[in-house]
């Protein structure tokens, strides 16, 4: 089981962002990170669409986080990217084969089901312990207190721009 | 993110194998849970190399588990058809582009990376916590104690089988 590429992608793009003091072109997320542009885009979008980040239109226009880095998850943006379904499928097994549990005996979810739902509702809880907020935390954290000022001049120098 | 769906036809065979007092044939398992025995074979052989399960040869040949299921956890099982790698793969993003950070800065990894960890860190932790004996000890607590007598009879009258 393997989240997407895109989900560290998403997850750099909006740490990124918190040192942004303007809308960053996707373009310009896509160089900072030597990506594929064409496939960020489509990340950006489901951030987007998840309502994490906001396109601002126009000539100095891109990409702005929507709300304050301490109320974006981890668990947000996973979902934004990843879709927000469980990671096991119960398809109902017991219902199946010369041994059927008759549908109208299964009142509760089967116990693998269960069992395999409170995992993944630990893994999502983990995430959500985790804020954008925390993330640009930890590179200062990591990388010192000028950590994001080279990030945020090249981000906003004009000239460079896409 | 999602796991295979051979996963969870694992986890069920496994709950079965703790009733069956004789090995039961691949083809036995399949028909069981009306699945295609191709794709089981599969995930019984990723059962035995990972020694959660063992395949008996011979006339009244078939799978049997090796060790009690008070000793295999779902993890085991999630691990041996789905494999141990980790749920968030790491590219180095940050050693990336024109604002790379040089690979001798990088002595940790990247808090992203830790983060995410952190959170694959906390399902394998809950797949760990239920085994094969919980298991089936809820499906006896959500189906009578004769959940498996059927199922056990099934398994081993020898003229139905395949």
Redesign the interface.
């Given at each position: 089981?393997?989240?997407?590429?895109g989900?560290?992608?998403a997850?750099?793009c909006c740490?990124v962002l918190t040192a942004a003091d303007r809308p960053v072109p996707a373009a310009r997320l896509a160089?900072?990170?030597?990506?594929s542009g064409t496939y960020l885009a489509k990340q950006l979008q489901g951030l987007s669409r998840a309502g994490l980040v906001r396109s601002v239109q126009g000539k100095s226009g891109g990409y702005v986080l929507t709300r304050a880095p301490e109320d974006i998850t981890?668990l947000d943006i996973?979902e934004a990217v990843?879709g927000a379904?469980p990671?096991?499928?119960?398809?109902e097994?017991?219902q199946?084969?010369?041994?059927?549990?008759p549908a109208e005996?299964c009142t509760?979810p089967c116990?693998?089901s269960?069992?395999?739902g409170?995992?993944?509702?630990?893994?999502?809880?983990?995430?959500r312990?985790?804020t954008v907020a925390?993330?640009a935390r930890?590179?200062v954290?990591?990388?010192g207190p000028t950590a994001f000022d080279?990030?945020r001049a090249?981000l906003t120098t004009p000239d460079s721009r896409n």
């Open positions: 089981m393997k989240l997407s590429s989900v560290e992608w997850l750099h740490v160089e900072l990170h030597d990506v981890l996973v990843d379904q990671t096991f499928l119960c398809t097994i017991r199946r084969g010369p041994l059927a549990t005996a509760k116990p693998i269960r069992a395999m409170v995992a993944d509702r630990a893994w999502r809880a983990a995430l312990e985790t925390d993330l930890d590179v954290a990591d990388n080279g990030i090249w």
